[in-house]
């Protein structure tokens, strides 16, 4: 770790052990981050290590006790208003590292047994409450999915606002009506493709400016490579039909009159050559202009469209568009889909009146009597 060496100076064991902590840390989290979030995220890590000095650890078939040190750590954790998925990465991260520290023990270690099973019980007794946490986000999740006509008419508002937008900057380049355009242009493009709000944020001048066009489809393809999960699915596409790449062409055409659009480098620029962080802001004001329901998020026109392409269409159509929407089918089951409406549960209920209608077709059971296992003797030593 850069600036940090324990041999020139005099320390305590614990702190040579919190540097060895530090440094191991380090060369595992991003170089572009500065040391003050370094230290953020370091320092919940380091607390477990000041245990008790005495205190027996705890047997294999109960969990710790409120008292010892690694329970004490959840319990600040969550005093401190983490959410339970957040409690449990902090702990499998700390797991790993005494893993790594009970292999290859530094000489100033004063980490104890007890330590080291108490935080492996506690890891188990999270699980339960992960699960809930889940459950609890998924039922508030249901309540923010957005209908299929009412992201249609977000499309349609949008392209139209769209175009008179490009005319009024064409005429005035002022910010209100660059705010404006970015709204609709995101809101647009979010009801169709369902993107993360980052995959918006990032795309880049030159990527729209090197789309792809198909002559047959009359089409452009915009493909966005930097995005949260560009190593696993690779470049987030964008589909556009001439009349949407047209109106993006446009707003180029344009750019250098508005403030920060000579040495723009992102698509949603600002007046420094920074890319628009308050894109989910200017979207939600435009979905309230164009006077649809609710106050949605990116997230939330992403939970939905993935929510009505499962019941929608088949398996292999929904794994292409997962794919496209640049997540596995498996996340979305866990994270965005909604569970079953009133309706299909229903429907559900039929299935399984209908399964006790009619003959077994199962061949019967012959009853029989269960005979009891015999241990081997043990020979005499």
Known sequence: MPGLKCGSVKCSPGARVRVEVGAVLWTSLS??????????????????????????PPTPSHPPSPGHPAARWISSLRQSHMKETTVKHYAQNVAQFFDYIAETPPTSCRLSRT??????????????????????????????????????????LAAKAIHEL??????????????????????????????????LTNMTIQEVQGARFSHIEKAHVINVCSHKTNKAFGPAQIALLDPGYASAHRFLAIKDKLPGGEDAKY??????????????????????????????????????????????????????????MCHDVRTVDKFYVTNLSVKQAVEHRRLFQAALQGQDRSPP???????????PMKRAP
């Open 31 to 56: 170089q572009a981050e500065t040391w003050v979030g370094q230290r953020k995220r370091v320092g919940p890590l380091t607390s477990p290590l000041h245990p008790p000095p005495t205190r027996s």
């Open 115 to 156: 330590v080291l099973v108490g935080l492996r019980r506690v890891l188990k007794t999270l699980g339960r409450g992960v699960a809930i946490h889940q459950v609890a986000v998924k039922a508030w999740k249901e309540d923010r999915v957005l209908s299929k006509r009412t992201l249609l008419k977000c499309q349609e």
């Open 166 to 199: 490009l005319a009024s900057l064409e005429r005035d380049p002022r910010y209100k009506n660059l705010w404006r355009f970015y709204g609709h242009f995101s809101a647009f493009l979010a009801s169709l493709y369902g993107h993360r709000g980052g995959v």
């Open 267 to 324: 698509f949603f620029f600002m007046s420094k050559p920074n890319p628009c962080k308050n894109l989910n802001g200017y979207f939600q004001e435009v979905w309230k202009e164009m006077g649809l329901p609710g106050c949605p998020t990116f997230t939330d026109l992403r939970t939905s469209i993935a929510n009505h392409a499962k019941f929608t269409h088949a398996a292999e159509d929904r794994q292409k568009l997962a794919k496209f």
């Open 365 to 375: 059971q012959t009853a029989h009597t269960p005979q009891k296992r015999k241990r």
